[in-house]
């Protein structure tokens, strides 16, 4: 390695927005701002300063919104089979398997039950840093029962993304997960049952274009990027720069696609507010 | 030669010698050399596509003289109305459908379209269709439910558009309601690809009671060149792409994803198209009249099922 190359990671564009760093002082990605991780993680991970949105995982949502010990995790244990025996430069099943490993977690999304104030609810969040938030067959299979459990028990659903899209490594199989899970939305949407969509950075892909987009509301946090195409693809059809906000969370607002942007801090009270009058 | 793929190349000049020859047929007494000929040209073709990779397929499904949606329509049906827009926006062109009679069987029959040159590509913006599109599909479905017709679907996408109005214009909302709407319709819903099954773009009119493939069709999460471009970082390994993605017909078959297989005349659609309408037409029909016994209600319910089984884990 040559002597004037940066060695600290997060100085790297592609690290930026992720997940929280560790260290007891971090920096704010939007103004700089060295904060505390006690005070940061007691602010939902939202820089005082800037109220920029650090990238969380489904832990930290669940202690954001639910009433302490309330959540019951469901399903926690299913795991991709890899039935492609996908390889590009790297196996699929290898990839699983070390992703698992750094990530701690077996799949890109979290499903069960709990509380949020005196409801229950029942409750999926997506996870980033699994394969950029991708869908495939366990994310699709944990989605469709987290419904089935909202209709068997006449309580609301609750998703909030976070993904690159369907996961290429699943083939067709992935592409099917947009069907079952859209079907599944569609059975509780018949039971007068409530479905609200959270978006948070980012939502793409097979994600939005399928349960994402379907909330009978649909809540975004401030300046995540939301979208079909991602931005890089839009570019090179249309051959030039894409407008400055272009698929952010306010644009949506603007073009009638998501009900209210919040900030995240005051998410839990917001998704309370509006759950009283989700029902008959 | 224009518009033909490599590996056709040697039976199409096999093919062009024996043309030539018929013509001194009778001058030389030649007969028998034919006879060889053709026998020869036959074996090759069986060889060839017998043995198609993954990638000859995706080739072949993008044939520039294969049928199109409308070309199907006016071979298969007696009488077609088609009906445009979707009532909010426009009129997309990369999606056509309208009521159809198919052997005295009244259906809505909803396809991508594609153009076979740069005026109608353009006009049919190479069959990617806008959010309109897909809120157009929608519409003529519920039409279809009101007045209980069955609907029938052709996929032949490179994918939806991704542009700057399409995503200004909701193309994922459209997409998502699409596929919610379409698992409870309470009519039956037939889908068959019949060129390029690009992702969203395609599965946005692709949830039904039946899902068939033509032999020589592709149908995945994304196109082997995007895949390529992700996974590789580089456009060259398209070929490999093609074989992980697992997207043909014989691949979705044994994956559980589609229900059947309709086979093309040997060398592809595009070498006969009246006969691949007429293998389409007789099956569609069967399907028709097996679907149409059954109750909606149930119809919807075996609906649900059908896509809750499919997905691969381990718990």
Redesign the interface.
């Known amino acids: 390695m040559g002597w004037f190359k940066r060695s600290k990671e997060n100085i790297s564009p592609e690290s930026q927005k992720f997940d929280i760093p560790d260290g007891q002082w971090i920096k704010c990605n939007s103004c700089s701002e060295i904060i505390h991780r006690k005070q940061l993680e007691l602010n939902a991970w939202v820089c005082p300063s800037c109220d920029y949105h650090f990238r969380i995982g489904s832990g930290e949502y669940i202690s954001i919104l639910f009433e302490k010990n309330s959540f019951k995790e469901c399903?926690p244990?299913?795991?991709?089979?890899d039935?492609?025996e996908?390889?590009?430069?790297k196996k699929y099943s290898d990839r699983i398997k070390s992703t698992i490993k750094k990530s701690g977690l077996n799949d890109a999304v979290k499903t069960g039950l709990g509380m949020i104030g005196n409801k229950k609810v029942s409750f999926a969040c997506m996870d980033f840093r699994f394969i950029g938030g991708s869908m495939g067959?366990?994310v699709?299979?944990k989605i469709?029962r987290a419904i089935d459990r909202a209709y068997n028990e006449k309580i609301p659903m609750i998703i909030i993304s976070q993904s690159g899209g369907?996961?290429?490594?699943?083939?067709?199989?992935?592409?099917?997960?947009?069907?079952?899970t859209?079907?599944?939305?569609?059975?509780l949407?018949?039971a007068g049952l409530p479905f609200i969509s959270i978006l948070t950075d980012p939502t793409t892909?097979?994600t939005?274009?399928?349960?994402?987009?379907?909330g009978d509301i649909i809540i975004a946090e401030p300046k995540a990027l939301i979208?079909?195409?991602g931005p890089r693809?839009?570019k090179q059809?249309?051959g030039k720069d894409?407008?400055e906000g272009?698929?952010s969370s306010e644009?949506l607002l603007e073009?009638?696609?998501v009900d209210y942007i919040v900030n995240r801090k005051n998410m839990k009270e917001k998704l309370s507010q509006t759950l009283e009058y989700l029902k008959k | 030669m224009k518009n033909v793929l490599d590996f056709e190349k040697p039976i199409i000049e096999l093919e062009a010698k024996i043309a030539e020859m018929r013509k001194y047929e009778d001058k030389l007494q030649i007969e028998e050399e034919i006879k060889i000929l053709e026998d020869k040209v036959y074996q090759l073709k069986k060889n060839v596509f017998q043995n198609l990779s993954r990638w000859q397929r995706v080739q072949l499904a993008r044939h520039p003289e294969r049928p199109y949606t409308l070309d199907y329509i006016y071979m298969i049906t007696d009488d077609y109305v088609e009906l445009h827009g979707d009532r909010y926006y426009g009129d997309d062109k990369a999606i056509v459908g309208g009521f159809a009679t198919i052997d005295g069987r009244q259906v809505m029959i909803i396809g991508h379209q594609k153009g076979r040159d740069t005026k109608s590509n353009l006009y049919r913006n190479f069959g990617m269709p806008n959010p309109e599109g897909y809120r157009k599909a929608l519409r003529l479905m519920k039409l279809a439910e009101k007045y209980n017709k069955p609907v029938i679907t052709l996929l032949d996408t490179p994918g939806a558009f991704p542009g700057l109005e399409a995503e200004q214009n909701g193309q994922a909302e459209a997409i998502a309601r699409n596929l919610l709407e379409m698992s409870r319709l309470k009519v039956p819903i037939i889908v068959t690809v019949i060129g390029e099954g690009a992702s969203g773009g395609a599965l946005g009119i692709g949830v039904g009671d039946r899902v068939m493939m033509l032999e020589n069709t592709w149908y995945s999460v994304i196109s082997p060149e995007s895949c390529s471009s992700i996974l590789w970082r580089s456009w060259e390994f398209k070929e490999q792409a093609a074989e992980a993605l697992k997207l043909t017909a014989a691949d979705l078959l044994k994956l559980k994803i589609i229900d059947r297989i309709i086979p093309e005349p040997l060398g592809g659609a595009h070498k006969d198209h009246q006969k691949t309408a007429n293998t389409l037409k007789n099956i569609l029909i069967e399907e028709l009249d097996s679907l149409v016994k059954i109750k909606s209600d149930k119809l919807v319910n075996l609906r649900l099922e059908k896509f809750a089984k499919m997905g691969v884990y381990e718990e």
């Not at chain 1, 996908?86 to 430069?89: L, N, R």
């Not at chain 1, 939005?208 to 379907?214: E, G, Q, V």
């Open positions: 399903d244990k299913m795991k991709s089979g039935p492609l996908f390889t590009d430069t067959s366990v699709g299979e469709a369907a996961r290429m490594m699943e083939g067709a199989l992935s592409l099917m997960q947009m069907a079952k859209s079907a599944r939305l569609a059975r949407d018949d892909g097979g939005t274009a399928s349960y994402a987009m379907l979208g079909f195409a693809v839009i059809t249309i894409l407008p272009f698929q644009f073009h009638g696609f």
